[in-house]
């Protein structure tokens, strides 16, 4: 998944911002029980390799970027949008790609020139995969895992496999997809049943009811709670994730 800065601005400023992007991350995933295998910040966006559970992704990033986009209007006196309308995902076959979609992601700071081992590069979990950091809430044993069950001769190996790939180049399955729909990567069996199962609900956008009953459906509201004249920071962010998801997914207006 990408997030970027609307019309390629930066979204992180100073190791504060970083921080607090971090703390908003463990956040998400106490809250939403999804997990996080690896990510990238970057000046201007933001790579991560989520694992969902429950809980839609559309719902988890949009709860990050509200809150974020909330911090650094704060932070920096400004108002408006701090990201793009709409995130860039990809559903992924763990099984064929997992491996190289996580050195695609540590390698985003060499691809930059920021670096010249990605180990030196501050903002990504390559430093906690090659034990030189600790994150809480970042996950690496599904990635090490494919290196076996001794995590010190996983990671040797895990780092050998990201050398091999920075040597190698550039893959373009990340950027481009290289499939029909660039939505999904994998093998065509796995593209045939995820498609197989998408299939029924592509169908008709949300109409303003649609939304305003979800959203009171997920946020545990009444039916008519959310016009109701509670102002504490539930209700503000219940109100926000309506126009939000009118504004991106019906054909309805705000107004």
């Known amino acids: 998944m990408i997030l970027r800065g609307n019309d390629r601005q930066d979204i992180f400023y100073d190791k504060a911002d970083r921080y607090k992007f971090y703390l908003l991350l463990q956040e998400g995933i106490e809250r939403f029980g999804h997990s996080i295998l690896s990510f990238c910040l970057m000046t201007n966006h933001v ?94 044993k599904p990635v090490l895992g494919y290196f076996g069950t001794n995590m010190q001769r996983a990671r040797l190996a895990f780092l050998d496999f990201v050398k091999q790939n920075m040597r190698d180049g550039h893959c373009d399955a990340f950027s481009s997809g290289d499939t029909a729909d660039s939505r999904l990567l994998g093998a065509d069996d796995f593209i045939d049943m995820v498609v197989e199962k998408m299939e029924p609900e592509r169908l ?24 109701n004249a509670d102002r504490s920071f539930k209700m503000a962010e219940a109100r926000s994730m309506a126009a939000w998801a009118v504004r991106e997914m019906s054909d309805e207006t705000l107004t």
Not at 205 to 216: F, N
Request: aromatic share 12%; proline share 5%; hydrophobic share 40%.
């Open 47 to 140: 790579h991560l390799l989520c694992q969902v559970s429950d809980t839609p992704l559309a719902r988890i990033i949009q709860n990050l970027a509200f809150r974020y986009t909330r911090w650094v209007n704060w932070r920096q006196n400004r108002v408006g949008h701090l990201f793009q309308g709409r995130y860039k995902a990809i559903l992924v076959d763990a099984d064929e790609y997992l491996l190289q979609l996580t050195s695609y992601i540590h390698l985003n700071p060499i691809r930059a020139r920021l670096v010249n081992d990605p180990v030196d590069y501050l903002w990504s979990s390559h430093r906690a995969y090659a034990d030189k950091e600790f994150l809480p809430w970042l996950r690496t």
């Open 204 to 227: 008709r956008k949300p109409t303003i009811v649609d939304v305003i009953t979800a959203v009171e459906m997920l946020y545990g509201l009444p039916k008519g709670g959310l016009v």
